[in-house]
């Protein structure tokens, strides 16, 4: 029996691998001396008996390590090299509003993200909506631009965290997508391999979100703390709610126009109070003094003051875009519909009813924008950058019979059949509870 076999052979009788075991294993994925159908039985085998925290700190940190580690940044950064991660949710663009928002306040932001299954493109497809843009990037770029800007939204290189592009796709099709362990070592070894000193995750829960109950939320968001303060990152979570979507806009573009409308101060409320609160608590473990309540509002004063979408737009440049157009896209009252991409067809869902809005489904919104095309069922789907949801309402808004709730960008002459329905229905919509009826033509 080869050594990769009694490895599984062990984990599968549900023993302990020791750091050495562990390493060889990694090695051996990056190598490709270990096989597809014996990653695919070690990954079933940790799924089925788990892993420790000791193991998944050995894991984490060997797949860290089983490529390029961001050099060391500059000594004089040393406690301002932040970043943060989210579990994903459906309207979620908080990362291109609070990458420059933070690097307004004298934080480095070398943020390496990702793209997007299901609902909507990730961070790097919102950002790739700007004609022009890029997010390859060098290492020597990456430090060129944090030092001249403070922020940079980049993609993956091929020779960062190899091992995790490996066993990402086989878990993909194995299964094991939602262990807690193999969440962990994924999302923590490519944050530490960005050599972080703080790093906040947004751990999302709800009928929107990866995890729909807020328990199970909350003990992936301690197992990555706990992992990421062990690998040397001063890491906290957020578990926030996503059983609606967040802001107005889903969609690739449209989150784009609507991430500007918060970097010039004008965003939606839920929106901008989730980049606060985050925003704060990166720089609570970076070493900002005063209160939560301090630091929202020097966050939020760079939102009003231009600071964070000048830094959007010198961040842009670096990554690509005609300076002319930056600038323009970038303007406050700015018609960004000149420069981002528009669909074709706008189509408005009429509100049946009349009442207050109690909910708006995620998981619905989220299907119907991957039915349009703003997202991928496979990683080498095409995404429709122009294409999605802009929603009219809020929760708490009283809306009128035959009134607007939302309007659908698409680029086919139809919306796809039974669409407006499922959007209607969407739509959480009551009496107030002093109102017994409403009689209308």
Request: with cysteine.
């Amino acid at each position: 029996m080869s050594k990769i076999m009694e490895l599984i052979e062990k984990k599968r009788n549900g023993e302990i691998l020791t750091d050495d075991e562990i390493r060889c294993f990694v090695k051996g994925v990056v190598t490709g001396d270990v096989q597809d159908s014996q990653l695919e039985k070690m990954l079933k085998a940790i799924y089925e008996n788990d892993l420790t925290d000791e193991e998944t700190v050995c894991l984490t940190k060997e797949m860290r390590d089983s490529g390029e580690v961001l050099k060391s940044w500059p000594p004089e950064w040393k406690g301002k090299v932040v970043d943060k991660h989210s579990t994903g949710g459906v309207g979620d663009k908080v990362s291109l509003i609070l990458a420059p928002a933070l690097a307004a306040c004298g934080m480095k932001v070398p943020m390496i993200s990702g793209r997007g299954l299901a609902h909507t493109g990730g961070t790097l497809d919102k950002l790739e909506a700007i004609p022009g843009l890029s997010v390859s990037a060098s290492t020597e770029e990456m430090t060129r631009w944090l030092t001249n800007v403070g922020c940079c939204i980049v993609g993956q290189t091929a020779n960062l965290v190899p091992a995790d592009k490996r066993m990402y796709a086989v878990r993909d099709v194995t299964g094991t997508i939602d262990h807690f362990g193999l969440i962990t070592g994924s999302i923590i070894s490519k944050k530490a391999a960005e050599q972080l000193d703080v790093l906040v995750l947004d751990v999302k829960f709800g009928i929107g979100a990866f995890m729909k109950e807020k328990s199970e939320a909350t003990r992936l968001a301690k197992q990555m703390v706990k992992i990421g303060n062990e690998l040397g990152m001063k890491t906290s979570a957020l578990i926030t709610d996503m059983n609606n979507p967040l802001g107005k806009m889903i969609g690739n573009a449209l989150e784009v126009a609507e991430s500007l409308q918060c970097l010039h101060g004008n965003g939606p409320s839920d929106l901008e109070d989730l980049v606060l609160k985050l925003g704060a608590q990166v720089l609570c473990q970076s070493g900002d003094t005063g209160s939560i309540e301090d630091r929202e509002a020097k966050l939020k004063a760079t939102l009003s003051n231009g600071e964070a979408v000048k830094k959007f737009q010198e961040m842009i440049i670096n990554q690509g875009v005609d300076p002319n157009k930056a600038k323009a896209l970038c303007a406050k009252g700015a018609n960004v519909w000149t420069i981002l991409p528009t669909s074709s067809f706008k189509t408005t869902v009429i509100s049946p009813k009349s009442g207050i809005v109690h909910g708006i489904n995620a998981h619905t919104c989220g299907q119907c924008s991957l039915a349009l095309g703003a997202g991928r069922h496979i990683i080498d789907d095409p995404i429709n950058p122009a294409v999605g949801l802009e929603l009219c309402v809020s929760i708490g808004d009283t809306v009128s019979k035959g009134k607007p709730l939302m309007i659908v960008h698409h680029d086919s002459e139809k919306m796809p059949e039974g669409m407006n329905e499922q959007l209607v229905d969407a739509f959480d919509i009551r009496l107030s509870d002093r109102v017994a009826s409403i009689v209308e033509e």
